[in-house]
Every structure is written in C-alpha cells, then in structure tokens.
C-alpha cells in the first residue's frame, strides 16, 4: 500500500524546517565564538589554520576555524604560500554597478551581463561600456534563476511569481513564458538543454518539471497572467465564505511580461520529490561524466543536502532518470545552495561554509574546505580558478590544487550570486549583492603571464588613467608640489613608451613644469608633413574629502555604474589618455602621416603661469604648427556632442579700500563723518552695473560685433535641439537669450568680500577688499578692459569725497578666443564625431506625453526666434533671460532608465538629420547590439528623430592658453569637448563616462590621421 503524497510532502518540509532550525544555531554560535576558536587553533601548536588569509585584512572580518581535535582524515586542504606567485594576487575591482535593490542572479553572455534583481526586473549592463542599456520589469517576484541560451539568443528567467520566461536577447521581447499547474512555490533555478530543447526548473515544492520550447505540450487558455491566479492557501474562502482582499498592486501584470505563448507544464513533466527539500541549484553538462555518453546530464542540489545526477530521455520527452546520488554521508545534511563543474570535477557550497569538491569519474568525494564560516551562496569556476562567495561578503579564490591563493571583500552585505566570463579575452569575475550593487573584478593580474591575455587599448587606457589621477597634482597648493612633479614624471614616461619624444620645459619662479612630447610621422615625408599640437594640463583643483562629500577617495579613480570618478578625470587627465591612445595606435598601425606635437602644462588651474615665458623660450624646438587642438570642456547636456568655437576671456582684480584709522568700535567711533572703508567699497562697487546687469564702464560694449544670421543659425539649431529633448526649458527665446548672455556677452562678478579686524557685529573696518571679474568677449582687448576698469573705478571714487585711499589691482587676464567653424579642422572634428557617435535620439522620451510650449511649424521641425541686439545695449527690450543654468541643462538631459525600462541609456546617446528619419541598417545592428527596443512599450512610437551632426556651442569660461598660442604659432586653433555637462568638474565627485572616453580617443584617432592629408 503506497505512501499517501501528502503525508511524504508534509515529512519532507518537517525534515526541511528541523535542518533549518539546526543551520541558525549552529550559524549563531559560529557567529558568536569565531574569533575565541582561531586563537585557539592559532596557539595549539602543530595544528595549522585550515585556510589562513593570504592578505592582510583582519581574520576577524571572516575566520576559518579548524579546531584542534579534527581528525587527520578529514578532507582539508591548506593554503598556498608561495611569495611572488602571480595567482596570489588579490582581483582588482574594475567596475561597481549600483541599483536599488538586491541582486539575486547572474549571467553573462558576450556582450552584456544580465542581472535579476529582489523586485522583480532583469538589468542589463554592457560590458564594454558597464553602462546600464535596459531594465526589464519581468516577473511580480524576485527573480532567483537566469540561463543565458546565447547561440539562439534566449534568456531564461525564474523567479518567486512562479514562472518561468524566456526573453528574445535581441530586443528582449518574451517570447514565452511557462507556469506548473502545480503549486510551486518560488523557482529557484532553470536550465535549458540545447540538444533537447527544453527547460528545466527546480522549485521550492521539491520538484524538477520540465517543458518542450518548441512542441509546447499545452498552451494555457486563460486570460490572466498565471501569477496572479487565486493561491490556494491565502486566496482561500475564511469562515462565512469570506475572502482577504488583495492589496492595490496585486492584480498588475509586470510592465514587460506580455507577448508570447502562455505555456502550462504538463502535469507528467513533474518529478515529485526530486530532492527532501528545495532545489536550489541545477546545472546541464555533456562532458566529464562518463556515463553521459556524450549526452546531456542534469545535476541538482538541495535543501537535503545531496547532489543528484540525471539522465535525459529524449524519447520521453526530456524527463529525467536518476542516475547517481553525491552524499557525503552527514546525518544534518547542509543544503547545497550553489553548484559549479570544471571538466570532471564538481564543486558544491553548502550551507555552514563549507565546499565539497567531487571527481566524477570516481563518484569520490575529494575535498571538503572549510572555505567560510557561514553558507557558501554561489560558486563559480574560471581562469583556472575556483572562486567561492558566502554570506559574509567575502570571495575566496582556490587554484586547482584546492589551495587557497587569496580573498577579498567584495560587498558590503551578502553575496548571491556571481558569474565568470571573457569579454574581449579579458577575464572577468562579477558578483551580486544584497548591497544593491554589482562588482565586475578584473583578475588578468592573478592568471601566468602565458595564460593571460594581452590587455586591450582599452584596458590599457582605463588603466593608465587609474594611474595618472592617483597624482595629486594640486598646482594652487604647495605641499603638493612634489605631486605634481611626480604626477608630470609619470605623463612623460607615457609618452616614452609610445615611442615619442620628450621634454620638460621648465618655468619660472618654480612652477610645475610643461611636458613638450613629439610623436613623428612618415619619416619619408619629413620636410612636407602637417603638424597638429595638442594643449592640455595635467594639473588639478583641489578635491578634500574631510566632509565625506566624495563617493570615493577623489584620487583613487573608481568606475561607477558606467562613468569614472576622481579628481582631473574629466578635467583635464582623461582627454589627455585619449589623445596619447590615439597618436600610440596610428604609430603601432604605421599611419601616423603628421608630427602630433603635446604641450602639456601644469599650472592651467592657477593661470597658467609660466606657461607663456616656457613656450616662448622652446620655440624654435616646438616649430612651425599648422593647427591647434585642445580638449578641456563639456557637451551643453549629457546626450548630444559638441564643438565649441568660441571662448571669453576674463579680467580678475582686486579692489582695496583702506582708511588711516585702525580697526574702531562703531558704539564708540561710529558717526556720519566717519569715512568707513567697507562702506565706502559698497556704494563703489554698486556704480560698476546696473540691475539688469548692464556694465556702466563707458564703451564697455563698443567693440562688440553684431550677431550675424550664420551664427544666429547655429542657436537656433542649438534651441531647437535641448527642447525638442527637454520642454521643460520652456520658451526656446528665453532660452536662447539666456545661452547668448553666457557666451557672447560680457559679463562682472562680485565674488567675495574681506574686512580687517575681528570678526563680529560691532568692528568699523580699518581695511576692505572685493575681488572681482570681468568675463571678456573676442574684440574685447583685456589690456584695454583692464585699463578701463581702472580708470573708472578711480573716478566714481573722487566723486564719493572720502578721505580713504583707493587701490585697484589686476591679478591676472586672459583673452578671449573666438575660432572659425568652417575651417578643415572644425570640419573633420565634425566628421569624426558622426561617424563615432552615429545618429542621436533627440525624442523626448522622459516628458513624450507632455505638451510643450514650443511652436511647431506644420511642415518643418522646430522653430525658433532668435532675438536680436537692440542698438548698443545688448540687451533685448522685455525680455527677461532665462534662469537656465548649466547645472539645468544636464540634469534636464538625463534620461534615467529606471523611469523608461526599455528606452536605455545607450540608444538616446548612440548618434544632421534635422528631421525625423527612419533608424538605418548601421543603427538597426547598433540598436540589436546594445539599444533595446520593445515592440510593446514603443509601439506608439512610429518614428525615431534623430541628428547626426553635433552642436556648434560657446562657452563662458576662460582658457588663458589657446589665443595666446593661436597668435604665437599663427595656427587656428578648435576646442573638442570630451565630456558631459554632468560631469562635475571642479565639484565633489568628478567624473567622466567611460563610453565618452573611448569615443574620444576614437575621434582624435581619425583627425589625426586625416587631417593632415585635407
């Protein structure tokens, strides 16, 4: 007489809850005497740590324990010690990506790494860029299992919703998704066998199930999804027929869970009690069993503590049959939570810290390590490594000889999953967390030289960026002048490995020196080759982080979610990498057809001083130039590249009032014929502008041309541009006055002020300083700005009649600088740009259901008034500008992908087409490579609105260096922006984006290499 199902089913989650019971005791008192029994194990003599920590961090963050009564014959392996030994070498953190929630399940295929996440969405990371290109909101429950199937592009996906989906990776449309009629609880695990093609799930009700994909054996005829059926125990009727209602949210469909069959398991597929509790992990193999046969072999763990093989029958339509069981014999059985196979070895992490390594030839059980001392949640294996991750945020990497080489603290929480891949022929370990984040390790360091490959031109610039921002190269702050001596040393040994010439020109009164570097075209073509200089500076502003306002250490570089942070990565050490890349591979590929000459200065962020008397001295070695090119600002947003042709110049000044009384008490001294210093600055200062910020200096604005209508026609293409993205701009008029006063119109700043004696309410002021400056625009000549200044400073204070003395002082200048854009250097910077970034998602995806206030003509794109200058003034009649601010722009341009799941990040920056067009074949590909669509979600959109070339910008700031070169060379000059206008530079938390850095060294690449042959 057979067992009845339910009194088996009722045994089984009896014996799974006393196990559990056990586990969290024996957990809490590892927890609690952990670092009594390694001092222990410590001091008994003869008796080693069973796996002793190659680095330095404290044993007490995470102890492995080996009391002194273990028994000789227990399956154990030490340590490796060996000094100098490459495999000890700890893995380095190339990249960390943040999200929201926890990261539950991992894997990677070539080009992307797929996360599932705690509420339920499947992230998608390139591992190129680590940018994030999609968020697909899947399934109702965390998402505990994905299978990557990459040679037919599916992506299988489990979670706690009780289904199973599979996602086309090409657009990540579901193409299907399965559901048990049985109750199943949470699907912890799926597998997909190739040559049978069908899945297989474990499940938390004991089960393996399985499923045709392509012979489907039963499609479900309901109409809701198969996660929001009626749940037989909380969904059931209470005394009186009446049932609990359900929250709010309950009955919504995942936004991305549609399309495709529904597809209910057949109730034969089923195994029953597949294992005496839940099945955690499972994993198909075809090599190393020789039972297999050269056929496909299903391997399960459990919560029983056992790992079972089965065999495939195709004929039965993929149902399986035991094989074998791996029992290590343990009454308690720990559950096996993470299963992993290397050719005929399986490695299995349980519960309680411990792996169990089995040779599957022999069925034997050859090690048991000690690897942590609490459950081993994932383990994977790669790079001739073993790599275990448990609960306590650390990894463990074990080389095949079961020796421990080293560990490291990978998050700040429990482990939960990891994956190992080659992208590139650069391995790679990634790791998930329940700190929200996802750690992508770089481990070519720990491989032999003959097994690792050779790094790539962009693993080698990401890393000589890591180093060159480690410098503290701090030119405004004498304690770090031998960092910046340090920080110029490093740069010039750059350049000498690429093969370049050097130089270090030295300036005056010991400032940091210039780095002047050569790299030689053709030798053949010597007497008739272009040049181009490159000018950049590889000092810094100063970046402390004593109020913890910086995420990271602001000279540590550190990749974040897709962008680079420290100090000088954007401003000005990452373009700078980018250009030498550039000029070392069209050296290695011998089409460097110019000389490319670098004048790199370290003094740029405190005036550039020296700088004019060094180049000025080496003139004659520097030589002829025909143009001149530098990289030392940012796009006008996040999403759309730009040139910038012009630049103003800046006057800075000082101005000082003093009085021959010293500093006095205003109860005691204070009267109206006291002539007060500060007082008298006030009423000064208040005499050079007016409220609308007009400068009163008298012929302040003469020299000033008129706006022309081709430069008109590039704010209305710059208008037309930020808000058909962005209508929160608002009136593309206002916003065009306001880009105008910030770029081509001269402006005063009052930026402090400074007073004598103590600081508090009741002091009259012996002395008063204001610093201030005047932003210059091109016909503006600074010597006769700063004459003007003074002069009129000098007269408005002989009408105040005071008897206090007056100094005005100019600190520094710089003239502004205003190129041509349709010259051939403009022009091929254009060209290269289109062709890097190819066309650019202009729609408004964040605000699409928005109305705008801007005016659409019925025939044309976007159109828009540019106001014209009235007279002299430059200021238009009624009209007030904008407040539109940089800060605005950029953070109005971004586009978050949790807000739009399959609208990523890396389709509205991929890619002048001013009208809407049709994507291309190119961008077709580049969109099945990296920008995901979905057929449901976009099915309103008919069109894509794209432009290809980038924006023609100015920019308010100040670049002492490049009018003074353009007039020393007589070589016009064009500034590249590299960065975005979030990228913070001078702020806490600088950054730069990683795609931005490779596309800029992409860009230079090809303007050196074609430009000279223009």
């Known amino acids: 007489m057979g067992v009845p199902v339910a009194l088996v089913l009722a045994f089984a989650f009896r014996y799974e809850a006393i196990r559990c019971v056990k586990m969290f005791r024996q957990r809490c008192r590892c927890d609690y005497d952990s670092e009594q029994q390694l001092d222990q194990a410590k001091e008994t003599k003869g008796v080693r740590q069973t796996l002793t920590p190659y680095t330095t961090a404290a044993a007490s963050s995470e102890t492995d324990e080996q009391t002194a009564n273990t028994a000789p014959s227990t399956l154990t392996r030490h340590p490796s010690q060996d000094v100098g030994d490459r495999q000890n070498a700890v893995p380095v953190l190339s990249h960390r990506l943040r999200h929201d929630s926890s990261i539950l399940a991992l894997v990677c295929g070539e080009e992307e790494i797929y996360a599932g996440t705690q509420t339920g969405e499947i992230l998608v990371y390139s ?58 609880g949470d699907i912890f695990c799926v597998s997909y066998s190739t040559t049978l093609q069908t899945v297989y799930l474990g499940a938390q009700n004991t089960t393996i199930q399985w499923c045709r994909l392509r012979t489907p054996e039963r499609r479900s005829r309901q109409d809701i999804h198969p996660s929001l059926r ?22 919504v469909t995942p936004r991305h869970a549609r ?80 299963i992993a196979v290397d050719g005929t070895f399986l490695y299995s992490g349980r519960s309680g810290g411990e792996v169990d390594v089995w040779d599957l030839e022999t069925r034997q059980l050859v090690r048991n390590l000690k690897a942590h001392r609490d459950d081993v949640l994932t383990i994977c294996v790669g790079g001739s490594f073993m790599f275990s991750a448990a609960v306590t945020g650390y990894v463990r990497k074990f080389d095949r000889q079961y020796q421990l080489k080293s560990r490291l603290k990978a998050h700040d929480g429990r482990i939960l999953s990891s994956a190992f891949t080659y992208h590139r022929q650069r391995p790679l370990y990634v790791t998930g967390g329940n700190d929200c984040t996802i750690g992508i390790w770089d481990i070519s360091d720990c491989m032999s030289p003959s097994t690792a490959a050779t790094r790539t031109s962009n693993e080698q610039l990401f890393e000589a960026l890591r180093k060159f921002v480690s410098y503290r190269t701090v030119s405004s702050d004498p304690k770090y002048q031998v960092d910046c001596r340090r920080g110029a040393s490093y740069l010039r040994s750059v350049f000498k490995n690429f093969g370049a010439t050097t130089e270090m020109l030295t300036t005056s009164s010991g400032h940091n020196p210039v780095i002047l570097a050569r790299f030689r075209g053709n030798p053949a073509t010597a007497d008739k080759r272009k040049k181009i200089m490159f000018y950049g500076h ?83 070695v520097i030589g002829d130039v025909d143009w001149i090119l530098l990289a030392n600002s940012y796009w006008l947003d996040d999403r759309i590249p730009c040139l910038t042709y012009g630049l103003r110049g800046v006057i800075h000044a000082t101005v000082q009032i003093e009085s021959e009384h010293p500093d006095l008490h205003s109860g005691v001294d ?16 208040s005499t050079l502008s007016g409220k609308d910020g007009v400068v009163r200096i008298p012929g302040f604005y003469d020299p000033i041309p008129a706006l022309s209508r081709e430069e008109a026609a590039l704010y209305r293409d710059i208008t037309s541009a ?56 091109p016909n503006q000549e600074a010597a006769n700005v700063a004459q003007a200044l003074e002069e009129y400073l000098h007269d408005q204070f002989e009408k105040l009649e005071s008897n206090n003395k007056l100094t005005v002082t100019i600190d520094h200048q710089a003239e502004p600088w205003l190129g041509d854009w349709t010259n051939e250097i403009f022009k091929t910077l254009e060209e290269a740009i289109m062709d890097a970034w190819g066309p650019i998602d202009q729609s408004d995806q964040q605000h699409r259901r928005r109305r705008s206030s801007t005016r659409k003509s019925r025939s044309g794109p976007l159109t828009v008034d540019i106001p014209e200058g009235n007279g002299g003034g430059y200021f238009a009649a009624n009209v007030k500008p904008s407040p ?79 009018r003074f070169l353009e007039k020393e060379f007589g070589a016009p ?42």
């Open 259 to 338: 399309g495709g069959d529904t597809i209910e398991i057949n109730k034969d597929h089923v195994r029953h009690f597949a294992h005496y509790g839940y099945v955690y992990c499972m994993q198909l193999v075809k090599d190393g069993i020789p039972e297999s046969a050269g056929n496909e072999i299903l391997i399960t763990g459990g919560g029983d503590g056992v790992v079972k093989l089965w065999k495939l029958d195709a004929d039965r339509n993929g149902a399986i049959e035991e094989l074998y069981t791996l029992d290590d014999g343990r009454e308690e059985g720990h559950s096996i939570l993470s």
């Open 127 to 184: 591992l190129g860029t680590f940018e994030r290109k999609a968020v697909v909101e899947g399934h109702r429950g965390s998402v505990l299992g994905l299978c990557l199937y990459q040679d037919e592009g599916l992506l299988f996906s489990s979670a706690g919703d009780r289904i199973v989906n599979v996602w086309n990776t090409a657009d990540l449309s579901r193409k299907c998704c399965f559901y048990s009629s049985y109750d199943v």
């Open 670 to 685: 204070g009267s109206a014929q006291l002539d007060e210093s500060l007082k008298d600055m006030v009423m000064l200062l």
């Open 230 to 251: 009626d749940d037989p125990f909380f969904d059931s009727a209470g005394p009186g027929g009446i049932r609990t209602p359900r929250p709010a949210e309950a009955d």
């Open 884 to 962: 539109t601010t940089s800060s605005t722009l950029a953070e109005g341009s971004v586009v978050t992908p949790l807000l739009l799941p399959l609208t990523p990040l890396a389709e509205t920056t991929n890619g002048n087409m001013s009208t809407t067009a049709k994507p291309t074949a190119k961008h077709k590909k580049s969109m099945s490579n990296g920008a995901f669509t979905n057929s449901h979600h976009n099915e309103h959109v008919h069109e894509i609105t794209a432009r290809r070339k980038p924006l023609y910008i100015r920019e308010g700031g100040s670049i002492p260096a490049i």
């Open 722 to 777: 930020l808000v058909q993205r962005n209508p929160d701009l608002g009136d593309p008029k206002a916003l065009a006055t306001s880009l105008m006063r910030r770029w081509r119109d001269p402006s005063l700043t009052i930026h402090r002020f400074q007073t004598s004696g103590p600081n508090n309410a009741t002091i009259i002021p012996r002395l008063a300083k204001a610093s201030i400056s005047m932003r210059l625009v």
């Open 538 to 620: 590889y000092d810094v502003v100063a970046a402390e982080n004593a109020t913890g306002k910086w995420m990271i250490d602001p000279f540590a570089m550190e990749g974040r979610d897709g962008y680079l942070y420290g100090r000088g990565t954007s401003d000005n050490k990452g373009p700078i990498m980018a250009a030498i890349f550039a000029c070392a591979e069209l050296t290695s590929e011998q089409a460097l057809g110019s000389d490319i000459i670098f004048l790199i200065e370290g003094e740029e962020e405190s005036g550039s001083r020296g700088f004019e008397e060094a180049v000025r001295a080496r003139k004659e």
């Open 973 to 1014: 000059a064009a500034h590249f922006p590299c960065g975005q206008a979030s990228d913070s530079a001078h702020l806490d938390n600088e950054r730069l984006r990683l795609v931005n850095l490779y596309k800029s060294r992409d860009i230079f690449k090809r303007v050196f290499g074609e430009l000279p042959m223009r």
